[in-house]
């Protein structure tokens, strides 16, 4: 999944397992991953509203903020199940 992205950098692999296996078992990290999943419902409650579908604008400006938020997720959750679990 990397190849899919624009880098700058190299990332270390093994650095990347490295670090997430530290995070597994933190409660900030776990709540930080609550957080992004609170801030994704409120996205899709927020293109459901009228101003939103009356305004093509507000609409790819929640759009964007739901895509941003699914990569995120989507992300965490491609090396959580296969690096940590």
Known sequence: WFSKRKRY???VEN???ATFEA???N????????????RRET??????????INSTNRHFMEAG?????DELL???ETLWRA???
């Open 9 to 11: 950098e190299t990332l």
């Open 15 to 17: 650095e990347l397992q």
């Open 23 to 25: 995070l597994r078992e």
């Open 27 to 38: 409660a900030h990290f776990k709540n930080f991953v609550e957080h992004i999943h609170e």
């Open 43 to 52: 996205a899709i409650r927020a293109m459901q509203t009228e101003k939103v």
């Open 65 to 69: 903020k739901l895509e941003a938020l």
């Open 74 to 76: 989507d992300d965490l």
């Open 83 to 85: 690096k940590l679990d």
